[in-house]
């Protein structure tokens, strides 16, 4: 059973940011419809690189056009349908490098020799 349920708005993608808790570590799950507003109810400026769509003073939209067409998008949490209680990741391991380094060397090992051997 999924603990993900679909919204009729979009499937099952849920969009991570940091609650607006300043306290470091805290989470929040958020769920938005995939619709975005309509272009006209925006305020729209070119800032540098970026074409920037606003809502009042909330960036809601900015797009870089010169980095592959990248669409950026802002929603405020009021407008999620649904969101998570806070929550803390589990710390990272301590041997976390070390661990990574076993692991690609078991995964690649002739290619893990080679980079030793080429001083990487």
């Known amino acids: 059973m999924s603990l993900l349920k679909p919204t009729p708005y979009m499937g099952l993608p849920r969009k991570i940011s940091k609650s607006r808790n300043k306290k470091a570590g805290e989470y929040r799950l958020f769920q938005y419809p995939a619709l975005l507003p309509k272009a006209e109810s925006l305020e729209w400026q070119v800032n540098g690189r970026r074409l920037v769509g606003k809502h009042g003073h909330h960036t809601l939209l900015e797009w870089y056009g010169l980095s592959g067409g990248q669409l950026k998008y802002y929603p405020v949490a009021q407008d999620a349908t649904w969101s998570s209680k806070r929550f ?3 710390p990272l391991p301590t041997n976390l490098e070390s661990d990574l380094a076993a692991k690609a060397a078991s995964y690649f090992p002739e290619a893990w ?8």
Not at 113 to 120: L, M, R, S, V
């Open 88 to 90: 803390t990741l589990e």
């Open 113 to 120: 020799k080679k980079t030793i051997a080429d001083g990487y």
